[in-house]
């Protein structure tokens, strides 16, 4: 059954996860119920297994009505941010529904992974799946914060986050490829990318001019105004170990021209993008660590897991014992569905450890080659989906966490390459969002 353990957990690391101070509470138990005091107001709630909770149909009620309301005013950025004082719920299991969702409880048993060990679409218990099309528990936790401890729904954030696989495209080609490369832009008459590329070959780890890969496309350099219904954050995560011969890559950032990308781009904050194999080698974390440490002269505060490979929670165990608080890496690999059905920043619970584990996530919104080589989206598919998701995430929930690679947004790095042309599309759109008065 809950403990007063796990209501502390609920409330401090999942509810009031993103509070700089966590609200002092105390619970009482009956034999059916729950109740927590705060500053004179009492929240009672029927006991349920922490371990296994189950929803009920009354649940199942709500979370029909959730999503209803959002897939009606899903256009309406206002009253999307302001349907969590909108919705009269009574007597809602507030807390077994968030904890049910946060903790994962709808994944089949045992879980379907994918080829990269990841959970993914196939994974969920299908019952569940059309409540993660929604960011129905963000709502849940506004509602249970506005009625609770009188808070209003806070600013949401933009992430725009770039991971840098490798930094020279000429390098990770390597001599045949490359050469393969030129070949094909004789053979199709493109002169002057043949010229620009051969001059790239020659200055790409010199000058930050000449190296296609260490653009700002990936970021969003102009200001918002104060009062703009989010903020906008540039992360970027370096890859620094290569664990898998195939997967990982080995990048110099000693370079002169990555020196110079550094001194551009001022501002942004920089994480590690832990290599494909950390989880199978725990040990190898402090290695990654101490390179960039080197690259960026601070320890990193947040990580990506490459191939976003990790088993939640207990893989974030490898991020805690460094002393990295937040992960980037939540998200299905293979569908824009919302994992956990949520956007807020939260902390897992350890089954294996009987406590949170010390690392907060922020889920992953876009990631560009799930729209293109996984999802198979055409341009105008991959706008739409994207616009309406952004919406959603920045205006409904908490955060929005955009992943472009650094390579995927030089305009000639593959044939058909729409990514440029859609995150800055997406710029524009987010630029015009920013006006909307809340």
Not at 150 to 161: A, G, P, R
Not at 266 to 276: C, K, L, M, Q, R
Not at 305 to 324: E, T
């Amino acid at each position: 059954m809950i403990t007063n353990q796990h209501i502390s957990y609920l409330i401090h690391d999942v509810v009031c996860n993103e509070d700089s101070e966590k609200p002092t509470i105390s619970a009482t138990f009956t034999t059916t119920h729950f109740t927590i005091k705060w500053q004179g107001t009492e929240y009672s709630e029927l006991l349920f297994d922490f371990e296994k909770p189950e929803l009920t149909n009354a649940d199942f009620e709500i979370l029909d009505d959730i999503s209803s309301h959002i897939y009606q005013i899903k256009n309406n950025p206002a009253k999307l941010f302001n349907l969590y004082t909108q919705l009269d719920f009574s007597d809602v299991a507030y807390l077994k529904i968030i904890h049910f969702f946060i903790n994962e409880h709808y994944l089949k048993h045992p879980t379907p992974i994918d080829a990269h060990g990841r959970v993914f679409s196939q994974s969920i218990e299908h019952r569940y799946t059309k409540y993660m099309q929604f960011p129905v528990v963000d709502v849940l936790i506004d509602a249970f914060r506005f009625r609770f401890f009188n808070k209003n729904k806070k600013q949401s954030t933009i992430y725009f986050t770039c991971d840098y696989d490798y930094i020279n495209l000429w390098k990770y080609l390597g001599f045949t490829k490359s050469v393969w490369r030129l070949i094909r832009h004789i053979f199709f008459f493109r002169r002057e990318l043949l010229v620009y590329e051969i001059w790239t070959m020659v200055y790409s780890n010199k000058r930050v001019a000449y190296n296609m890969l260490l653009s700002n496309r990936m970021y969003y350099k102009q200001e918002i105004r104060k009062y703009a219904p989010f903020q906008i954050r540039n992360l970027g995560f370096l890859l620094v170990d290569c664990s898998h011969k195939k997967f990982d890559f080995t990048n110099d950032y000693t370079c002169n021209a990555f020196k110079q990308y550094l001194n551009e781009n001022i501002g942004v904050e920089f994480g590690i993008h832990s290599s494909y194999n950390t989880t199978k080698n725990a040990k190898s974390m402090q290695t990654q660590i101490e390179s960039f440490e080197r690259i960026i002269y601070e320890r990193p505060r947040f990580s990506r897991f490459h191939y976003l490979r990790c088993n939640y929670p207990d893989d974030l165990s490898i991020l805690a014992d460094q002393g990295i608080k937040t992960d980037f890496s939540f998200c299905f690999s293979d569908s824009l569905m919302y994992r956990a059905a949520t956007t807020h920043a939260f902390k897992q619970w350890s089954y294996q450890h009987s406590k949170p584990v010390g690392v907060s996530i922020i889920p992953l919104s876009i990631m560009d080659v799930m729209l293109k080589n996984t999802l198979k989206y055409s341009y105008d598919e991959a706008l739409s989906k994207s616009k309406e998701k952004i919406e959603l995430s920045s205006f409904l929930g908490s955060n929005c966490v955009l992943l472009w690679h650094n390579n995927s947004l030089y305009p000639d790095f593959e044939r058909k390459n729409y990514h440029p042309k859609l995150l800055l599309e997406l710029k524009k759109h987010i630029a015009t969002l920013a006006e909307i008065d809340i």
